[in-house]
């Protein structure tokens, strides 16, 4: 069944959230796309009991419902590891632009460490293999796709043993880069943060209306 609601629009964002969250998640995000002439749709999926591939299969049946020429995809976390491996998989996807906050690109350090632990695994779940552990599919050529990354070291990383290098407290910024052919700006944020953070919303509005990130800005 095709959305009635979409329809009438041109473009749309998808909401996608990270590990343990839900669509909930993403509500204060929801309205600032909304508000800034945005429409937006929000996705929710059982992060730890389901693998990526089999959440990027429920995303794509989620996305085909949607009636729209242009779907954008606005990620946190393991959110962007979904995306990707959604459109790195199912072809007729229709075009627009994806926004990674926070998402471990090259895999995550934190994730390893707590899926080698056999008291700390299930923190984890299914989220790990062709996931959290990098081993990926590669984005789409063509696909815009561009990555905020905190520079906040707040979270649950330091108590893990600690990140390498800067990081916003669960992902480290060396994990979060695709290379110099995707566009990557640093904003003093927390991983967590980033959900709710004002200076987030507005770099995602202008990037999804124009492709670029406003100034000044940390870029990469």
């Known amino acids: ?48 009991t389901s693998s990526v591939p089999e959440n990027a299969a429920r995303l794509a049946r989620f996305v085909q419902e949607i009636d729209t020429p242009t779907v954008h995809f606005l990620c946190h976390s393991l959110g962007g590891l979904v995306v990707r491996t959604m459109l790195a998989h199912w072809s007729w996807q229709r075009p627009g632009r994806v926004l990674a906050l926070g998402t471990p690109h090259l895999g995550s350090c934190v994730a390893r460490r707590l899926a080698a632990n056999r008291a700390l695994a299930w923190a984890i779940g299914k989220s790990l293999r062709h996931g959290l552990d990098g081993d990926l599919p590669p984005w789409p050529e063509g696909r815009e796709v561009a990555t905020i990354a905190g520079n906040r070291s707040i979270g649950a990383g330091r108590i893990l043993g ?33 959900l709710i953070s004002p200076r987030v919303a507005r770099y995602a509005c202008a990037y999804f209306k124009t492709g670029r990130f406003p100034e000044p800005a940390t870029r990469e």
């Open 162 to 194: 600690g990140l390498p290098g800067p990081n916003d407290g669960v992902v480290a910024l060396a994990e979060t880069d695709l290379g110099p052919r995707y566009r990557r700006v640093i904003l003093p944020e927390a991983h967590s943060s980033m």
């Open 1 to 48: 069944m095709v959305s009635s609601t979409a329809s009438r629009y041109s473009e749309i964002v998808v909401l996608v959230h990270g590990l343990y969250l839900h669509s909930l998640a993403m509500l204060p995000m929801y309205r600032w796309m909304r508000a800034c002439g945005l429409p937006a749709r929000q996705f929710t999926y059982p992060s730890l």
